[in-house]
């Protein structure tokens, strides 16, 4: 059994249901299978009454739900409150000051869009100090599509190192990364590595980047059934570690192209995955990039702005974020651009 060990799930259980598990060690499975299975299952697979099977299922479930919190403990905790800037005042004021602080925030958008460079700089805001607006904590970071992007990384860790007059090496310890290869693999780091690293360290953000190239690739169209279940079980275990350490995942998104009749015409996209993954996810976040450019002014050695002007072919795209759903604010939206120095 995953988890918590069968003495410690038993512990509340009547002596006689302990013995009878205990020389069934072996037929127990995983807390997911135990809890998707019928009682009369259970009751032959186990050898067990049916006032014995409701026992146990209860207690296995107590592995699988959260502690009750009281309106007062949460009010009185500023970790509630608490968001994680991506350090544009504009951007910040969109998404409500900020990401919010647990939960499952997708970021959906096409290729090029702005996803990862979103992605970093709220891992660099988390890592930061207090003092200059970041969470002072760690941040995990999955990636899926290759190795992690250090080069960009270190270009704006120097960046907002020299800008806050903190040591590169302050937030480069601070950043934990992991290459997935496969579904399997995400499943037992969330499983296990997550939850090893996230007692031992101050976690505040779990970035996957991306939670759509997985399951796009190992599962065929026909397997659209089959790849509703692991997303949703998948899921349903963010969930549960952003509930108990009280942090954000954020998970980047692939689009596809609708095909439904009433989208023709129109150049319509969707984030991938369906209604299984949208449906599992508390927040969505839309990318879009256009093909307008600003003018604007250049920057000096030090990330300031220059009085010289860029010509309109060097300046920087116009891209667009979008709230599409969130429970805590409004559906808007504001243009970005990305540069040397982050996302402005």
């Known amino acids: 059994m995953d988890g918590d060990t069968l003495v410690d799930i038993m512990s509340d259980c009547s002596p006689s249901l302990i013995m009878k598990l ?9 807390v997911e299978s135990i809890l998707k299975s019928t009682y009369r299952h259970l009751e032959e697979l186990l050898g067990l009454t049916h006032e014995e099977c409701v ?18 403990e949460m009010s009185e905790n500023p970790s509630y409150y608490s968001k994680i800037s991506l350090g544009c005042p504009i951007i910040d004021n969109v998404l409500g000051g900020g990401l919010s602080s647990n939960g499952i925030i997708d970021i959906s958008g096409e290729s090029s869009c702005g996803k990862t460079q979103i992605a970093l700089q709220a891992a660099i805001h988390c890592i930061l100090p207090v003092s200059k607006g970041g969470c002072g904590s760690s941040c995990i970071y999955l990636t899926t599509e290759g190795d992690f992007p250090i080069t960009r990384w270190k270009q704006l860790v120097s960046y907002f190192a020299s800008k806050h007059h903190i040591r590169e090496r302050k937030i480069n310890k601070k950043l934990i990364t992991k290459v997935i290869h496969d579904v399997e693999d995400l499943w037992i780091t969330i499983e296990r590595d997550l939850l090893q690293v996230l007692k031992k360290r101050k976690v505040k953000l779990i970035i996957i980047d991306s939670i759509a190239a997985l399951f796009r690739v190992e599962y065929a169209f026909e397997d659209t059934i089959k790849r509703a ?13 952003s509930d108990e350490f009280n942090l954000p995942v954020i998970t980047i998104n692939q689009v596809t192209s609708n095909f439904n009749e009433l989208s023709i015409g129109r150049n319509k996209i969707i984030p991938a995955l369906g209604l299984a993954w949208s449906n599992s996810i508390n927040m969505r976040i839309m990318l879009r990039r256009t093909n307008r450019r600003i003018t604007t002014g250049t920057r000096d050695s030090d990330g300031e702005p220059s009085p010289k002007k860029m010509k309109s072919i060097d300046s920087p795209i116009i891209r667009t974020l979008s709230v599409v759903f969130a429970p805590h604010i409004p559906s808007r939206r504001c243009n970005f651009y990305v540069d040397m120095y982050g996302v402005k």
């Open 22 to 30: 205990n020389a069934c060690t072996y037929k127990i499975g995983t």
């Open 229 to 241: 279940n692991i997303l949703a079980s998948r899921a349903q275990k963010l969930r549960e570690i």
């Open 55 to 72: 026992e146990f299922v209860i207690e296995v479930s107590k592995t699988r739900c959260m502690a009750p919190k009281t309106a007062l």
